[in-house]
């Protein structure tokens, strides 16, 4: 990340926005979880509020310090510094994948796609895959100047679900993006 977009998402103010807003309205309605895997545990923000929603979690985290960070804050977290495409877990294992705010770092859109692929594969039968984005903007684009920045398209969203092997699939926009999906 540059290093704006590294001191707001690990501030005090993105974090209340994302345990104020963002998560609640990303896990509205879906059941809680036995055991979740979340992809892109980043600065912990959004670790700390799945801590009290599941019984068990395994944060993925790509950025070896921040998952170090990770690690030592969060002492009942499996932490696994790991690519999200490529997840040291068995198949099927989790009830819940979740992402918050990650899937607009990981470019090309093959990438992406290597993500849910994957998600798909971490999950029980019947178990769901659920985040959020920001949209693509102009605004953002500038945000992320020198940093990764290949923002989700919502048209085209449900189609690459599908294709890693989701059902009921439901994407809504709003400020932001938010997605579900059932293994």
Do not use: K
């Given at each position: ?86 997840v040291p877990l068995p198949d099927g294992v989790a ?67 599908t294709a890693a092997g989701f059902g009921e699939v ?14």
């Amino acid at each position: 990340m540059n290093s704006l977009h590294d001191a707001y998402c690990s501030s005090p103010e993105w974090a209340e926005i994302l345990v104020g807003e963002v998560l609640p309205w990303g896990l509205a309605g879906l059941p809680r979880p036995a055991y979740a895997v979340e992809l892109g545990g980043g600065f912990g923000a959004s670790t700390a509020y799945l801590l009290d929603w599941t019984d068990r979690l395994t944060v993925i985290e790509a950025d070896a310090t921040l998952a170090d960070g990770l690690t030592a804050r969060f002492p009942t977290a499996d932490v696994r510094h790991a690519d999200a495409r490529r997840v040291p877990l068995p198949d099927g294992v989790a009830d819940a994948v979740v992402c918050f705010t990650m899937l607009h770092h990981v470019t090309p859109a093959a990438a992406q796609d290597e993500l849910f692929f994957e998600a798909a594969r971490l999950l029980r039968p019947g178990g769901w895959f659920a985040g959020t984005d920001s949209l693509g903007s102009d605004r953002l684009r500038e945000f992320h100047e020198g940093d990764v920045y290949e923002p989700l398209d919502p048209d085209t969203l449900p189609v690459r679900l599908t294709a890693a092997g989701f059902g009921e699939v439901e994407v809504e926009v709003g400020d932001r993006l938010r997605f579900r999906a059932r293994r």
